[in-house]
């Protein structure tokens, strides 16, 4: 099982932590260019300065120098002894509910392998891995956390936690929610607290390395650290097992708690190969039952997990993939899976039962004819669900596929099976917050 330590992470300096909010950022995969922008204009101690730096090849030697001046000004100060962090965020889904995500900041030992202990779900680049190396290499610094959860749990240590919450945070971030149809436009509130308690971090670490870990979000952040503590050993093969290279940096929340949220990804579809939009029913009648509704009561109705219709018309324990198309006009034709063969998926492995995965095999594979090929160049993605229909009825689109979103369980046989979703599949909201707490490799 996977070794949870606390550690010294270096965080703002207490004036400048009056203004985090200028301060911190998303993870750098979802920061488009015109963010990276935004957020440099914030301020000159932004964190994106660090995670996504400017320039060309030597970019990566400038976010170290960058890196080295703010620890020696004291912008970046370390903490003075090591620590767990209680790490809360308070968000909004459009259904109008307010949930809160706790979940704990540490370092992490790496295992030997990929796939042992600590089980990830998505497919990693290549080119991403390598960027991401780079930087780290030249930094030697986790600047991001991955986002992984545990199956567990245990009252007394998840009551010392409310207890904890219960006081004034350390450190407190507004920022504002990621946009979408699935989400609130309210703020999200992140708090963090420090525990140095030596005999609250012994419990928590005799807990949490007990469970196997699941990771949510950062997968190219974890393959990252396992590439950076390979160059390393390669550099020294005696390396001490305590080596700050074996650990990464996790922040680690219950499976089941109420604050994981996971949001559907839809699919928009242009240039279908010999499909008519007036024959895309006929197309999907052999393996949906099909019914419509009008579109503007589709998109009204929603769940803290997406669309209300779709989940409704999946099976009450949502096991029966579901699907909304829609092709233009005012309706939404609504399918729910044949039931001969959604029973035939329970036989299969839990990658084939998804619905992302009946989407892509079955309905644009088999009933649309696109191939994988092709639907790398046709296929977009998209969390908005009233800018997809908007975009089909412009006409950019011929068709946008609306899913429900995977269940944390489906999730989690995925990765204990040791295989990988299709791309896409899972979007856990909301993203962790980059620059409250950076974990050192030196």
Known sequence: MPLVKPFQAYRFNSELKKELSLLTAPPYDVISPNESSRLRSLHPNNVVRLILPEGGADRYDAARSLYQEWRDQGVLVADPEEAFYLYEQEFSLKDGSRQVRQSIICRVRLPEREGEEILGHEHTFQDVRDDRLRLVSACRANFSSVLALYPETAPEIEGYLQKTSDTPPEDEVITEAALSASTSPEPIRHRLWRISDKNAQRSMSDFLSAQKLFIADGHHRF????????????????????????????????????????????????????????????????????????????????????????????????????????????????????????????????????????????????????????????????????????????????????????????????????????????????????????????
């Open 223 to 442: 393959a990252t650290a396992m590439n950076y503590r390979e160059r390393m050993r390669q550099k020294d093969p005696a390396l001490d097992p305590g080596a700050p290279c074996n650990f990464v940096m996790m922040t680690l929340a219950h499976f089941d708690s109420e604050g994981v949220s996971i949001l559907p990804t839809h699919r928009l579809i242009k240039k279908l190969p010999n499909v008519e939009t007036a024959s895309i029913r006929d197309r999907v009648s052999d393996l949906l039952d099909i019914y419509e509704v009008d579109a503007a009561e589709f998109l009204a109705q929603k769940t803290a997990r997406g669309l209300a219709v779709l989940e409704k018309t999946a099976s009450p324990n949502g096991e029966t993939p579901a699907f909304g198309l829609f092709t233009g006009g005012d309706t939404v034709l609504v399918g729910r899976l044949k039931e001969s063969i959604a029973e035939g998926l329970k036989s299969q492995d839990p990658v084939e039962q998804l619905d992302v995965s009946f989407l892509h095999n079955q309905l644009l594979g088999s009933a649309f004819g696109l191939d994988e090929e092709t639907s790398q160049k046709n296929v977009h993605y998209t969390r908005d669900e009233e800018e997809a229909v908007d975009l089909v009825r412009k006409g950019e689109y011929q068709m946008v596929v609306f899913l429900n979103s995977p269940r944390p369980e489906q999730v989690r046989a995925v990765a204990s099976s040791g295989d990988r979703m299709p791309a896409k599949s899972t979007y856990f909201y909301p993203k962790v917050l980059t620059g409250l707490a950076i974990h050192s490799l030196e």
